[in-house]
């Protein structure tokens, strides 16, 4: 219990054992109790002052997770965000449960932070942790343009799960790390995105989240690196990250399902207007906005923007650092316990992409190396699968207009490419014809700008705004006119 006498006389009691759901035994490990009750206050001043704006009042329909049985391991309910209960839950521990690759490939995984990865491990994690608050304050002031209920629903889960992905880092930090870990804690509270002196620290997390096509962009690229970056730490050989990460990838799975349903649904309603307007080209810009709804030339400059940036944050495809955290057991590849090789890949290599004398090049690299480059290329098969859903959509309302995702190269500021000027066909182009040539290729004020136009919300149940088709169906089954927001 923590006693609070602030408030003089009256004391307040808070119990954190309930406040938090948690499968860490919490109520019996006193110094973390203690470094969580400390920092519990600073995460609520701030998500006040950082997360959804002038939501405090409303009652979400929210999924809670209250426990790790795959069968049951939420529960819904209609909650005031502010009191959303994030909890601490880490997968089932695994018996027997050995490092899966590297140099310490076979040796039993650790439970203690070993001495000599410690300062690349609380690197590792505190990257991860800074994301998840960074794209809540990126996604504040979505809700007051939000299409539906239903969407707007929708982001405030993302929001709330972020958090929560926040403390499942903040627990790793705080458990294993000490002093430092507390400190780090404190910092990932500190940092905003794109904030002039202390912004976050990765690229992505801070652009701009300017509209809801952004916002699904986002979920659907953006939170797929961090399915990609969870599902190669869950490999980990430090088992309670690996867990911890585990069970973050069941509620990341909800994150790609708003992503690529929401693009889906701006695709499907576009279609059905241009069907019903009689307009087959799906160029015709103009024809199709006088229709409110967003045109696909303008979507897809949307995918190639989202896309760049995303790739960004794998990094350098060739990397020593890559090459460390894998060999030292700490972070493993996409899928690693389902490939088929030594697990080790000391005498492996790996293609990597190039440009070399104005062509793009695929050479050979010691797969140790191309760790990055490899989790890269996973992540565009991954989104890849996506866009080809996308097409079908298209393709069955009729419509001659196919959704692609532009070459690798394309708008890179990190690794391989960062210094080529490369279309997104993959043409190797100089500076001067791609700055003469990028309106055709991302979004123009202008396209910005009509974008804007179109965000009026939308919040009487069951309704959705002119340029978004309504969900096939509800969240948790509810019937289509739920009232998912309520808003006094
Ligand atoms: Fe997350
Ligand atoms: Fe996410």
Not at 93 to 119: D, L, M, S
């Amino acid at each position: 219990m923590l006693k609070d006498d602030v408030l003089g006389e009256a004391v307040v009691e808070i119990n954190y054992d309930e406040l938090i759901p948690n499968n860490v035994d919490l109520a019996n490990d006193a110094r973390l109790k203690k470094a969580l009750e400390r920092w519990q206050p600073k995460y609520l001043d701030w998500w006040n002052e950082a997360g959804p704006e002038e939501t405090r009042d409303m009652d979400v329909y929210l999924r809670t997770a209250v426990g790790v049985d795959p069968k049951g391991w939420a529960r819904f309910g209609h909650v005031k965000m502010p009191d959303y209960r994030w909890g601490i839950l880490l997968a089932p521990k695994e018996e027997g449960r050995v490092i899966p690759f590297g140099k310490h490939k076979g040796e039993p995984v650790w439970q203690e932070v070993p001495g000599e990865y410690r300062a690349l491990l609380r690197r590792l994690i505190v990257v991860q942790g800074d994301t998840e608050p960074a794209s809540v304050e990126q996604q504040r002031y979505l809700s007051k343009t939000a299409p539906s209920l239903y969407d707007m629903r929708n982001l405030f889960q993302v929001n709330v799960e972020e958090g929560r992905h926040l403390w499942a880092m903040v627990y790793l930090l705080v458990k294993y790390f000490g002093r430092d870990g507390r400190e780090e804690a404190e910092e990932l509270l500190e940092r905003r995105s794109a904030h002039e002196d202390k912004p976050r620290i990765l690229g992505a997390f801070n652009e701009e989240t300017p509209d809801w096509l952004a916002f699904f962009m986002f979920t659907f690229f953006t939170d797929r690196d961090g399915k990609m970056q969870l599902a190669s730490l869950a490999q980990s050989g430090f088992d309670p990250l690996s867990r911890s990460c585990r069970f973050m990838l069941t509620e990341e799975a909800h994150h790609m399902f708003v992503g690529e349903t929401g693009v889906g649904r701006v695709i499907l309603r576009t279609c059905e207007a241009m069907k019903n307007a009689g307009i087959t080209d799906a160029n015709d810009i103009e024809a199709v906005r006088a229709l409110d709804v967003i045109d696909l030339p303008t979507l897809q400059k949307r995918v190639n923007f989202h896309y760049g940036v995303t790739l960004d944050l794998f990094g350098s495809e060739v990397s020593t650092n890559g090459a460390t955290a894998f060999n030292a057991g700490i972070k493993g590849r996409y899928r690693e316990n389902k490939l088929e090789d030594d697990h080790v890949l000391t005498n492996d290599t790996y293609k990597v992409s190039r440009v070399v004398n104005s062509k793009i090049v695929e050479e050979e690299e010691p797969a140790l190396n191309a760790i990055n480059g490899r989790l890269l290329d996973d992540y565009i098969k991954d989104a890849g699968a996506g866009v080809g859903r996308w097409n079908t959509l298209i393709k069955k309302i009729g419509i001659n207009f196919e959704i692609t995702l532009p070459n690798k190269g394309f708008n890179r500021k990190i690794g391989e490419f960062s210094d080529d000027f490369i279309t997104p066909e993959g043409d190797v182009i100089n500076e001067e014809l791609w700055t003469a040539r990028q309106d055709e290729w991302l979004c123009t004020e202008n396209d910005a700008r009509y974008i804007q136009s179109l965000m009026k919300p939308c919040l009487e149940k069951g309704k959705y705004a002119g340029w978004i088709a309504a969900p096939r169906v509800g969240i948790n089954k509810q019937h289509s006119d739920f009232e998912y927001v309520k808003i006094d």
